[in-house]
């Protein structure tokens, strides 16, 4: 049983891996495509995933993003703990722009045809929540769980796409305009 569901799972990261890779060229995932590039045949594709859009979003959520006890190491100063999360995350989405967009389109073409905007990731939100602990308590649960919420909105994909395009402003540029807005953020939640 186990070597099965070692196999099953070698499956789905190839084709996770191949979606992946036709994201990153800034191709169309098709199912077609995703077979041919991960030399696995179509009725097993179809399988794993029948429709090209949750698998582009699977393989999106299925990148390997570094854990926030790593990007806080040896950091306790909360201001400086909250910028290394945003700063992540921004840079993070620069990298992996094409995958990003292509997620982004997945989701809003499935939000139109079923009605409903389903959560994926959140993973900043609860980046934001380990950044801010040591000053949980001083916060209370409400002040606590907005400003985590709150700081969420200033980084990621969302935030990469204001400053390239609706802003158009260089990297350092968007750098800065995003550390005024987690500092104008901080400002007004922290304890002094």
Same mark, same amino acid.
């Given at each position: 049983? @186990?070597?099965?569901?070692?196999?099953?799972? *070698? $499956?789905? =990261? !190839?084709?996770?891996?191949?979606?992946?890779?036709?994201?990153?060229?800034?191709?169309?995932?098709?199912?077609?495509?995703?077979?041919?590039?991960?030399?696995?045949?179509?009725?097993?594709?179809?399988?794993?995933?029948?429709?090209?859009?949750?698998?582009?979003?699977?393989?999106?959520?299925?990148?390997?993003?570094?854990?926030?006890?790593?990007?806080?190491?040896?950091?306790?100063?909360?201001?400086?703990?909250?910028?290394?999360? @945003?700063?992540?995350?921004?840079?993070?989405? *620069? $990298?992996? =722009? !094409?995958?990003?967009?292509?997620?982004?389109?997945?989701?809003?073409?499935?939000?139109?045809?079923?009605?409903?905007?389903?959560?994926?990731?959140?993973?900043?939100?609860?980046?934001?929540?380990?950044?801010?602990?040591?000053?949980?308590?001083?916060?209370?649960?409400?002040?606590?769980?907005?400003?985590?919420?709150?700081?969420?909105?200033?980084t990621g994909m969302e935030q990469f796409i204001i400053l390239e395009d609706i802003l158009r402003?260089?990297?350092?540029?968007?750098?800065?305009?995003?550390?005024?807005?987690?500092?104008?953020?901080?400002?007004?939640?922290?304890?002094?």
């Amino acid at each position: 049983m @186990a070597t099965r569901t070692n196999q099953k799972n *070698r $499956t789905r =990261e !190839a084709l996770l891996s191949a979606a992946r890779a036709l994201m990153s060229e800034g191709t169309e995932v098709t199912l077609a495509k995703v077979a041919e590039h991960a030399q696995i045949s179509r009725a097993t594709v179809y399988r794993y995933f029948s429709d090209p859009g949750v698998l582009a979003l699977d393989a999106t959520l299925d990148m390997e993003v570094r854990p926030t006890s790593d990007l806080l190491e040896g950091i306790s100063d909360v201001r400086r703990r909250v910028h290394a999360v @945003a700063r992540y995350y921004l840079e993070f989405s *620069r $990298t992996h =722009e !094409a995958y990003f967009r292509q997620f982004l389109s997945e989701s809003f073409k499935a939000s139109l045809q079923d009605g409903t905007v389903k959560m994926r990731g959140a993973r900043r939100v609860a980046a934001f929540a380990e950044a801010l602990t040591p000053v949980r308590s001083a916060l209370g649960p409400s002040k606590f769980e907005d400003l985590a919420n709150r700081l969420s909105m200033t980084t990621g994909m969302e935030q990469f796409i204001i400053l390239e395009d609706i802003l158009r402003v260089d990297q350092p540029t968007g750098d800065r305009l995003q550390k005024g807005l987690v500092d104008a953020l901080l400002d007004r939640y922290l304890p002094t």
